[in-house]
């Protein structure tokens, strides 16, 4: 079988690490006690934080990314293809843990949707993404885009902190921290586990999608150039034959 | 029940809707660049 470029076997490791984690994360998340407060809903603990922190993570990458471009020591073009490999996983992510929350909130809260600081903040977070992906399709020369799309993406990451502590700074319907890492945790040890499994296989899942989108991104620009080339090529052609 | 699996359900089926065409646009725009 003819193997992708897109694929190595440290990338085939990734794929099959994250597929097994992913798994090891749906069977112990749906085989999980139910609980008092809200029964079987309380399932979805070890999807939804995860999905969460890969979100969060993603949007960190870009902006990292970003900044590496910007700063003229550390400019290359792989860090604007890595900012916007990660961008499109974080507005996915992103997208995901609004639907999963609202899966979650419909029968807890009794309500899809509520106009609380870190639903509206999640939803905000989606809206920078996607405008930033917009942006990183407006034509412009190379140069100019990825300076265009790095400048955004550093003012789109600030929402990230503002929305973690969302929960903490303002009264929402949200509840608190999944997660605060202090003895006084209340998480029963299933949950816990279930959870962290969660986090480990959303952020294999990101890791194995981000190195196949940056290698294809780095397809598409090879295309790009080598259409611009041959374009440049077929003019000279055709001024030479108007010029004798 | 219902509103978990519909959790589940979809999170992995976006997660490998967006691999497949991840994957058939890599070997896509390989064929091509051969």
Redesign the interface.
Known sequence: MKR???SSGLTISLGIAAAVA?AAT?TL??TLPRTVEQA??S??IA??PG?AWTAYTAAVVTALASLLWLLPRTRRPSWDLLAGASAELAA?FT??ML??GS??G??TWGVWWVWDARLTLSALMLALLLGYLAIRRVPAEPEVRAKRSAMTALLAVLVVPVNHFAVTWWRTLHQDRSLDLTPEDSLDGAFLGAMALGFLAMTL?YAW?CV??F??AR??E??EE?FLADAIEERRREAEAFST | MGYVWAGYGITLASLAAYAVWLLRRARSLDRRAR
């Open positions: 992708s470029t897109t992913l749906v998340g749906l079987e809903y399932r979805l999807i939804h999905i996915l997208a995901l639907v999963t899966i979650w419909r029968p899942v999608l196949h989108r290698r294809v397809l598409e090879a295309r080598a």
